[in-house]
C-alpha cells in the first residue's frame, strides 16, 4: 500500500510497474522448481489486476498508460509460451497486442513471421514477410531471412544473414545467437564459440552466457576455468547484482 505519510489519501501501490513486471519473470531465471509455470501465473495475474483497473474507469491518458503496461505484459507471455513450444497460443496473443498497439505493428509482426519460420509454416511466414518487408530496416530484413533460410534448412546462408545483421547493429543479441547456432549446424563449433565470445563484449545477455558455457562444455576439459573468465566478465559490469548466476553452472 501506499504510505500514508507521503500520499494522504490515495490509493495504489508503492511498487514501481517495473519492478512488478520483473517479479513476475524472476521464475524463468529457476527452471528446475517449475518456474515457466509460475511466471505465467504471476504474468497473467498481473493482467488481470491491470484489467480490474481499467473496469474501475480512468482518465483517458492514465487509460493508456494502463493499457501499455498490459500490452507489456502480454508480450512478455507470448515470449513465455513460444519458449515453451506453444507457438499458436503465442501468436494469438501478440495478435491481440496489434489491435490495441497499432505502433507496435511491425516489432509484433517481426515477431509472429519469425515464430512461422520456427514451427516450419514457411507459407504463411513468408506471406506475412511480403506484407510487411517495404517497412523494415536493412537489419530487421536481414534477421527475418535468416530465419527463412533457416526454415528451409540452409544454414550457411542463413548465417550470412545473421551477420550482415550483427554488422548493422553489434547489439543484436537475436541475430548474434542465430548466426552462432548455424555455425554449430555446420559443423563450425570454434566459430561458434569465437561468435559468442564476440557477441558477449557487446551485450551480457543472460541467454548469450548460457550457451557459451554449453559450448565450452562440449569443446574443452577446460570449460570450469572458461566459465571463471565469464564470472570476472560479468561481475565486472554494472548491475551485476541481477544476473541469474545460475547460467554459469558452475
Known sequence: AVVSTQSTGKKGSAVPWSMRLDWGLIPLHCPASGGLYRALDRLYGLVYHLDQVMHAGLPYLQEQRVVRYKSRVLV????????????????????????????????????????????????????????????????????????????????????????????????????????????????????????????????????LVFNLVSLYELKTAASTTKKYQLLDLVTSKSGWEAFPFEFLRL
Open 76 to 207: 512478455e507471455i507470448a515470449g513465455v509460451l513460444a519458449s515453451a513450444g506453444s507457438v499458436q497460443p503465442a501468436i494469438k496473443i501478440l495478435r491481440q497486442v496489434q489491435t490495441t498497439q497499432q505502433e507496435l505493428h511491425i516489432p509484433i509482426t517481426n515477431a509472429i513471421i519469425r515464430l512461422y519460420f520456427h514451427v516450419g509454416n514457411v507459407t504463411k511466414g513468408e506471406q506475412l514477410l511480403g506484407e510487411v518487408e517495404s517497412q523494415l530496416s536493412e537489419e530487421e530484413r536481414e534477421v527475418n531471412e535468416g530465419f527463412r533460410c533457416i526454415a528451409h534448412g540452409d544454414y550457411s546462408e542463413a548465417y550470412q544473414h545473421f551477420s550482415r545483421a550483427v554488422n548493422h547493429n553489434p547489439n543484436n543479441t537475436v541475430a548474434a545467437i542465430n548466426g552462432a547456432v548455424c555455425l554449430l549446424y555446420m559443423g563450425r563449433l570454434g566459430d561458434s564459440i569465437l561468435q559468442f565470445e564476440g557477441a558477449i563484449k557487446s551485450s551480457l545477455h543472460p541467454t
